[in-house]
C-alpha cells in the first residue's frame, strides 16, 4: 500500500505524489494535440474571469506598484526609470523577445536580467534580488505593457545551441521521480491531475498571480517550483539552464499573445 | 485624503443616483500569514493577520468586520449600499502590526 499523506505535509508533497500514480496509471494516453495553448484555455470559468477583471485581478496590485516605481527615482540625483525610456509601453516591442542574446557578454538575458542590468549600470544602485517585490512589480509592470503581443519566435543564430540546450533540458528526466518537462506539459498536458487540469507549460502569462503561491511569480520561480514537485535540486533564479529554458519555452509558445498578469492556480 | 500605507485598490463611484444601489470594490495586498506555516529556512513564518475593515457612510457605519486568519492572502472585498445622501466615504482597515489604512472617498448624489 502506499504510504497514508500525513495531513502536515505541504500541498506540493502531495501533487508530486500525485504526479507519480497518475503518470503511472495515465499508461500511453496522450491529449495534447494541435496549436499551442495558453494556460488560460486550462483555467475554469471563474478563473478565466479574475484574470480579465480589470479590478480585481490581484496580478493588478504589482503593476500598480510596478507603474509608481517605474516614475519614482530610486535616490535622490538618480534618474528613475522614466526619465530614460519614458512610459513603460515604449518597451512593449522588446518584452515578446525575451529572453534574447546579447552578443556583447555572449550570455542569454531575460527582463529580470535586463533591469537589474539597468539598476547597477545606469542608476548605481544595488539591484533589486530577483523575486523581491520591487523586481517583481517592474517585471510586471513591463509585461503587462506588451499585453496581447504574440511570443516572438525570433532567435539569434549564435543562440542556437542555447536553444538546443534548453530543448535538452524540457526533455530531460530529472529528480527522484524521473519526469521530464514534457513528461507532463507535452504529453500529458490536458489530463487530470486530481482536481487540477495539466497545462502545456506556456509561459506568455508571467509573471503569474498563483492562487497555490497566494503571491506573484516569476519564470524562474515556476521552474523551481516544478523542479522540486518531482524531486530534482532546483537551480537559482537567473541560472543559464532556466535562462536557456525560458528561450525555448518562447520558441515553443511563439505566437501566444502575452497576457501578464495572468492568474493561475 | 486619507493615509495609504497599505497597498490597495479601490473602486467607487464618485457620483450616484439617489436611491440607486452602488457597489464599493477593495482589493488589498496583505499576506495574512496566520503563522502556523514553515519557511524555508525551517523558522516558522510569524503571524500577520488583517484584523479589521470598517466602511462608513456619512455617520454611519454600513460595514463592520473582523477579519480571521482563513481569509486568503490579497483579499478582495466588495460590497453595496444604497445612495442616500451626498457624504464621505470612510475606509479603515487594520492589521495586527498597528499598520492602517484610512481612506475618505467623496459620494455625491444627485437627484
Not at chain 1, 536557456?244 to 511563439?254: D, M, V
Not at chain 2, 453595496?80 to 470612510?90: E, K, L
Request: glycine share 8%; proline share 8%; with cysteine.
Amino acid at each position: 500500500m502506499f504510504p497514508r499523506t500525513h495531513p502536515r505535509r505541504s500541498l506540493k508533497w502531495r501533487l508530486t505524489l500525485c504526479l507519480a500514480l497518475c503518470l503511472a496509471l495515465g499508461g500511453g494516453l496522450s491529449l495534447s494535440a494541435g496549436a499551442a495553448q495558453s494556460g488560460l484555455a486550462y483555467l475554469g470559468e471563474e478563473l478565466k474571469a479574475l484574470q480579465a477583471d480589470p479590478f480585481a485581478n490581484p496580478g493588478l496590485l504589482w503593476v500598480d506598484r510596478g507603474t509608481a516605481l517605474w516614475q519614482a527615482d530610486p535616490a535622490p540625483g538618480v534618474p528613475a526609470c522614466a526619465s530614460c525610456h519614458g512610459a513603460p509601453e515604449s518597451l512593449r516591442a522588446l518584452i515578446p523577445t525575451l529572453p534574447r542574446w546579447n552578443p556583447a557578454t555572449q550570455r542569454l538575458e531575460n527582463l529580470e536580467g535586463l533591469i537589474r542590468q539597468c539598476q547597477s549600470e545606469r542608476q548605481h544602485q544595488p539591484p533589486a534580488p530577483y523575486e523581491s517585490e520591487a523586481l517583481l512589480a517592474l517585471t510586471t509592470r513591463l509585461a503587462q505593457g506588451a499585453r496581447g503581443l504574440p511570443l516572438s519566435d525570433a532567435i539569434a543564430p549564435e543562440a542556437a545551441p542555447a536553444l538546443a540546450r534548453g530543448e535538452a533540458f524540457f526533455r530531460e528526466r530529472r529528480g527522484q521521480l524521473g519526469l521530464s518537462c514534457a513528461d507532463c506539459h507535452e504529453r500529458y498536458a490536458g489530463a487530470r491531475l486530481r482536481g487540477d487540469r495539466v497545462s502545456e507549460g506556456m509561459i506568455n502569462g508571467f509573471p503569474i498571480y498563483r492562487l497555490t503561491w497566494q503571491t506573484l511569480g516569476s519564470r524562474h520561480r515556476m521552474f523551481r517550483w516544478c523542479n522540486e514537485a518531482v524531486r530534482a535540486e532546483p537551480y537559482p533564479f537567473g541560472a543559464e539552464p532556466y535562462l536557456e529554458l525560458e528561450l525555448f519555452l518562447r520558441h515553443r509558445g511563439a505566437g501566444l499573445p502575452l497576457e501578464t498578469p495572468a492568474v493561475r492556480r | 485624503m486619507g493615509t495609504l500605507s497599505l497597498p490597495v485598490r479601490l473602486a467607487l463611484p464618485e457620483e450616484a443616483q439617489a436611491g440607486r444601489v452602488v457597489s464599493l470594490r477593495l482589493l488589498l495586498q496583505h499576506p495574512m500569514e496566520t503563522g502556523y506555516r514553515i519557511g524555508e529556512d525551517g523558522a516558522r513564518i510569524p503571524r500577520h493577520l488583517l484584523t479589521a475593515l470598517r466602511v462608513s457612510y456619512g455617520d454611519r457605519v454600513i460595514a463592520d468586520l473582523t477579519l480571521r486568519p482563513a481569509i486568503a492572502a490579497n483579499p478582495y472585498f466588495a460590497l453595496s449600499f444604497i445612495a442616500d445622501q451626498t457624504g464621505p466615504i470612510t475606509l479603515e482597515v487594520e492589521d495586527d502590526r498597528g499598520r492602517k489604512l484610512t481612506e475618505t472617498r467623496m459620494l455625491t448624489v444627485v437627484p
